[in-house]
């Protein structure tokens, strides 16, 4: 795509925004604009597939370690698995909400 076309682009998807939510300040009418060209570039035969986040083991350890707890010697691991699950929202950047 050459830059004529990424030009064109970026006008159409101020100019929808603008349109279709007059109501948002300039910063959100530049998240949606984004969003949209975004969404678009997934449809581009050329455009280099954009990497899913990934959680390493080390990651997973880590998380897992710092939040559990046995209290006595034979007994079964704790979790605390709302902490957990916080944790790996916020490494994904998703609230809880949005599920």
């Known amino acids: 795509m050459d830059g004529c076309d990424v030009e ?5 998807a101020w100019a929808c925004v603008g349109v279709l939510r007059p109501d948002l300040t300039p910063e959100g009418k ?5 969003t ?5 570039a997934a449809f581009d ?9 990934q959680i390493t083991a080390a990651q997973v350890t880590e998380m897992v370690w710092s939040n559990s707890q046995c209290i006595q010697k034979s007994c ?3 979790l605390f ?3 957990i699950a916080a944790e790996i929202n916020a490494f994904f950047c998703r609230d ?3 599920r």
Not at 8 to 12: D, E, M, P, Q, S
Not at 36 to 40: E, R, V
């Open 8 to 12: 064109a682009r970026v006008n159409a």
């Open 30 to 34: 530049h998240k949606l604009a984004t």
């Open 36 to 40: 949209i060209l975004d969404f678009c």
């Open 45 to 53: 035969a050329d455009a280099a597939p954009v990497p899913e986040p």
């Open 76 to 78: 079964p691991m704790l």
């Open 81 to 83: 698995s709302d902490r």
């Open 96 to 98: 809880e909400g949005s």
